[in-house]
């Protein structure tokens, strides 16, 4: 597949194997607008863009997925939930764990070196002590995204990890695209996608 086909392939996958709940596709909506607020953010506040981006689009992204997505057998794809784990290409649920737990515990760090090894400044007010967590989440975000890239580079080649790589940069354009409608949907008492829209082949 050439870049663009493998893109597609991907955001088709993530979609069919963890967004068959319309709950979690209305959260992923909600938290694709908050992401664009962080992107924005990030020029003139990175700290904010931290905050907006961990604490309120990443819980409402995950909380879907951990909380509303089935985890039994996908009668739709006709696979277990051990089988769509094994070849998730980006951060599959137990990865998702462990990331979440740097991302909770790293400001502990802070009582021990509040320069974090010298990559902050110390804080000397409560204020600079939320600004050195926002800072720190911002590094482990990045962090994350450059690490699975780079580990992707490894497992499945170049083109797969920047594919991977440009997927998870535009997801919250992506995800505002295809979960626009997850609201009405629900309304309407629909709690399931059926997933016969496989865009992946258009």
Request: glycine fraction near 4%; charge should be positive.
């Amino acid at each position: 597949m050439n870049f663009l086909d493998e893109l597609r392939q991907q955001r088709w996958d993530d979609h069919r194997y963890y967004h068959h709940n319309r709950v979690n596709q209305f959260l992923h909506l909600l938290s694709a607008c908050s992401f664009l607020a962080s992107y924005a953010l990030v020029f003139y506040y990175p700290a904010a863009a931290a905050l907006v981006g961990w604490l309120l689009a990443m819980t409402l992204r995950q909380c879907g997925h951990f909380f509303f997505e089935p985890k039994t057998y996908d009668e739709v794809n006709q696979a277990t939930h051990e089988h769509k784990e094994s070849i998730k290409v980006g951060y599959n649920l137990k990865r998702k764990v462990i990331l979440i737990a740097i991302w909770a515990f790293a400001p502990l760090v802070l009582i021990i070196d509040p320069t974090f090894f010298g990559l902050l400044a110390a804080h000397t007010s409560d204020a600079g002590l939320i600004n050195n967590i926002a800072i720190l989440w911002l590094y482990i975000g990045l962090g994350a995204i450059v690490f699975r890239t780079v580990h992707l580079f490894k497992l499945m080649g170049v083109q797969s990890g920047l594919v991977w790589f440009t997927k998870i940069l535009t997801d919250p354009f992506h995800d505002i695209k295809i979960y626009k409608s997850s609201f009405k949907h629900l309304l309407k008492g629909d709690m399931y996608d059926t997933m016969d829209h496989n865009w992946s082949a258009k």
